[in-house]
């Protein structure tokens, strides 16, 4: 009975182990999941590996979007036959020797892997950290220097830094009333419907004042981004923001543009960031190539501005402006795009410069027809987007400052 003991108590832990490293990656598991696997396994046995797999699957995995990283983690975790060795020596100062990992990593691979290895890498750093004094008194913080650092001058580690900033930025509050009514007790308009079906209750003998106000939804968000060879970087780093207002907010769409318009709004609704860039850069053919901003604004303008420009919306049209093609038409389709919404933001990543000038042809034919004008190259440039719209951009953002500075430079 002892022997028989030890094993369970051993597969129990393992089991344990491994729902703990998914709570990690992201999944949503509390202990009752836990111990419903355990329960499971027991109950089904383990005849192959397969069988392992989908006995732990149909318990722990509730949501489509976590089968990659449930899929990564049971990789990982019970690859190996020895598997009690394994992790002893996982959990021990030094770290076992991982594969080589191929040049695409798998969807959820990095998440998967620094939970499964977090033990581990804290012991490790926490003995191997040289003790050293320095004072601080007049130096900046970490965190301030990778607030105002740049995108393209961040190291990998940074970027995934930005990455969970990113995704803990405090949203936009931005609303707008609609024509439709819903009930507030402490609304200024009757609401007659309601007060006759409360009144129904008791046959028409109480009638109770019932009220009503105006409904008020987030506005819908359309973003336009550029995705060519000098802006795909500050791009993809966008899409992270733009993933996590896709989680708290209903009409969001996204554009990419390159030589051609591409429409990602429903890749960028998977559940999953990684997955959600993943499946965008297979949608999108001409990743990092040219740009054409005219022909693009023409493509939206065509086909999606009617469908998506409703109830007030508002634009976010992230480029450079260095367009090649014809000026005249660049000028028109911007003119007809800010008057076909509520507010159009032009973020420009060039704005981290301090010597910028708008002395570029397709620049100058842009800014008369945008409200705001902003940078995109940093998270505190990405914090002040999401104070303004949420409020007013103020005048360090209007467009004709930037005209304004330009014609006096050129008439010096």
Not at 46 to 64: A, E, K, N, P, Q
Not at 164 to 191: E, K, N, Q
Request: aromatic fraction near 6%; charge should be positive.
């Amino acid at each position: 009975m002892p022997d028989r003991a030890a094993p369970e108590g051993r597969l129990a832990d393992n089991i344990a182990y491994f729902a703990r490293t998914l709570r990690r990656a992201g999944l949503k598991l509390g202990p009752a999941a836990t111990l419903d696997a355990i329960a499971a396994v027991k109950a089904a046995g383990i005849g192959s590996r397969d069988d392992f797999y989908w006995t732990l699957h149909c318990v722990l995995v509730t949501r489509r979007e976590d089968d990659a990283v449930f899929d990564e983690a049971f990789r990982l975790f019970w690859r190996s036959r020895e598997l009690i060795e394994k992790m002893i020596a996982m959990f021990s100062p030094k770290a076992p020797p991982r594969d080589v990992a191929p040049d695409k990593k798998r969807a959820g691979e990095s998440r998967v892997a620094d939970a499964l290895f977090e033990g581990a890498k804290r012991r490790e750093t926490e003995q191997t950290r040289p003790e050293i004094e320095i004072d601080a008194s007049l130096t900046v913080s970490e965190a301030e220097v990778l607030r105002a650092k740049d995108f393209a001058q961040m190291s990998a580690a940074e970027i995934e830094t930005a990455k969970r900033a990113i995704a803990d930025l405090r949203l936009p509050a931005d609303f707008v009333r609609t024509r439709r009514f819903t009930p507030d007790p402490r609304g200024v308009r009757i609401d007659p419907r309601r007060m006759m079906q409360a009144s129904l209750r008791t046959g028409g003998a109480l009638i109770l004042p019932k009220y009503r106000s105006r409904r008020e939804v987030h506005p819908p968000l359309v973003v336009i981004a550029d995705i060519s060879g000098s802006m795909s970087q500050y791009t993809r780093i966008f899409l992270h923001f733009l993933h996590a207002l896709t989680e708290q907010r209903r009409h969001v769409h996204a554009f990419l543009f390159g030589t051609r318009l591409t429409n990602v709004t429903r890749q960028m609704r998977h559940r999953d960031p990684d997955d959600a860039l993943d499946e965008c850069a297979g949608a999108v053919k001409d990743w990092s190539g040219g740009t054409r901003i005219a022909e693009a604004l023409h493509g939206f303008n065509l086909r999606w501005s009617r469908r998506v420009l409703t109830q007030g919306a508002v634009v976010l049209l992230i480029t450079d402006g260095l367009e090649r093609d014809s000026i005249v038409e660049l000028e028109a389709e911007m003119e007809r795009l800010h008057k076909s919404c509520r507010r159009l933001i032009w973020l420009n990543p060039l704005l981290r410069f301090d010597g910028f000038s708008a002395r570029a042809r397709g620049v100058r034919a842009m800014l008369p027809h945008v409200d705001e004008f902003r940078s995109v190259h940093s998270l505190a440039a990405m914090t002040d987007l999401c104070s303004a719209l949420s409020g007013t951009g103020g005048p360090s953002t209007d467009p004709r400052r930037w005209i304004d500075a330009a014609d006096a430079a050129m008439a010096a």
